[in-house]
């Protein structure tokens, strides 16, 4: 299963370009928190089976963006 990043990626440990594809069988949860894209059949089936939409998809790359951006404060989480 494979994924595209959508936008840089620095964790401070293993920094990766926008563009660059990684694989693993849990790849898709990089798409479910809004920074990569389905890079293979297999990525966007898996989303489908799980109830994921395009929709859902644009919202969590806006949540990372607002997140990145530091828009996001505690008061946005619900219990």
Do not use: H, Y
């Not at 660059?20 to 790849?27: D, M, V």
């Amino acid at each position: 299963m494979k994924v595209r990043l959508i936008r840089d990626s620095d964790d401070g440990v293993n920094p990766q370009p926008k563009g660059t594809e990684l694989e693993g069988p849990k790849a898709f949860r990089l798409v479910q928190n809004g920074i990569a894209e389905p890079a293979d059949d297999e990525c966007a089936q898996e989303l489908a089976r799980r109830g994921w939409t395009p929709e859902k998809q644009a919202a969590a790359a806006q949540a990372a963006d607002k997140l990145r951006a530091g828009l996001v404060t505690e008061k946005d989480f619900k219990p």
